[in-house]
Structures are given as structure tokens and as C-alpha cells.
């Protein structure tokens, strides 16, 4: 039996369908195995981790300012993450929408300012301009032509670099700042 689809068989299509599925039982099988080896890794980090930390001796207290400081420098390192989920979701989602479809879907940041000013001066400005032309070419052309999924990507990857380098830089002051009164109650 052939199709019309170029001549082949069901059981050439069939063939075809059953290395694609035995190719994803595989990858599955190497995610669930490099899962469980990270698992393993990470609970011997976190046990050593813990153990030097509890073995330390910690010639600086941490006051309040500390935590509080540090808790929101991990809430907005969070925040920026979220922000990096969100674009890649997106972009997963349309990539879906276009291996089903064949028609890319465009989501521009267009759509995200009209919902988020709508019924604002800066939107009519944007609807009908009556001065700064050549501005609101330049912003308009922005909007209408810049993706949302890359200015959440964007927006996520350079929020998480800015924090990872701010909890970094804050941990390595404490950290000269412990060794520092170290030094100066030895002499």
C-alpha cells in the first residue's frame, strides 16, 4: 500500500516512527541518568558545604542589613530569572505555534505597551502624534518590530548577570572584611 505522499509505504513510515520514538526513549534515558548524577552531585556539594560551614570559624557576624540586603539582592536575582523563563517560554511557545502551523506568530512589544498603557497620554501619542515625528517613527518602529520574547530574554540575562555579580561582589567584601579584622586583632 503506498500513499500518495511520494510513494511511501505505511511500513516505511511506520519504520521511520519507531527510530524517532526509540531516539527519544534514549534521550530520555540519558536525562533521567544525568538527573540522578547531578542529584548526587549536588547532595555531596551541599553535605560538604555544610559541614565546612559548621566546622568554620566566623570571625564576622552578620548584622540584619546583611540579610535583609541579601534577601533582596536573591529576590531580584530571582525576579531577572523569572523574567528569562517567561521570554524562553514564549519563544518555546511560538516555535510550537510554527511547527504546527507553518506560520510564525509574531508577538511584538506593541501588544505588551498597548496593554500596559492603554488609555495613557504616552499611547495616544503613539495612536495619533501631533509633535516629536521623527521620534515617534523611531519608537514606533521599535515596538511594532522588536520581539517581546527577546526583550524578556534580554531583559532576564543581563538582570541575572547584574545580580550574580552584586551577591558576588557583596560576599567577597564580607568575606576581606572577616580576614581584614582577622589581621588587625593579631598585632
Not at 1 to 28: I, Q
Not at 58 to 72: I, Q
Not at 133 to 152: A, D
Not at 162 to 187: C, E, K, L, P, W
Request: proline share 2%; charged share 15%.
Amino acid at each position: 500500500m503506498t500513499d500518495s505522499n511520494k510513494g511511501h509505504t505505511f511500513d516505511e513510515s511506520r519504520n521511520w516512527a519507531e527510530k524517532v520514538l526509540g531516539f527519544f526513549d534514549g534521550a530520555r534515558e540519558t536525562v533521567e541518568t544525568a538527573r540522578q548524577t547531578l542529584n548526587i552531585l549536588m547532595e555531596k556539594f551541599y553535605l560538604s558545604s555544610c559541614d565546612r560551614f559548621k566546622s568554620a570559624d566566623l570571625k564576622y557576624e552578620f548584622k540584619l542589613m546583611d540579610f535583609v540586603l541579601g534577601g533582596l539582592s536573591f529576590a531580584l536575582l530571582v525576579g531577572a530569572g523569572a523574567f528569562l523563563l517567561a521570554g524562553t517560554g514564549l519563544l518555546a511557545y511560538q516555535t510550537v505555534l510554527w511547527l504546527q502551523d507553518g506560520a510564525w506568530t509574531a508577538y511584538p512589544i506593541r501588544v505588551v505597551f498597548d496593554f500596559v498603557f492603554q488609555g495613557s497620554i504616552i499611547q495616544a501619542w503613539i495612536v495619533s502624534p501631533e509633535s516629536w515625528l521623527g521620534l515617534h517613527q523611531l519608537v514606533l518602529w521599535g515596538l511594532e518590530n522588536i520581539p517581546t520574547s527577546v526583550v524578556l530574554i534580554l531583559q532576564g540575562v543581563l538582570g541575572v548577570l547584574i545580580m550574580s555579580a552584586v551577591i558576588a561582589s557583596g560576599v567577597s567584601f564580607r568575606f576581606y572584611q572577616s580576614n581584614r579584622s582577622d589581621g588587625g586583632n593579631d598585632s
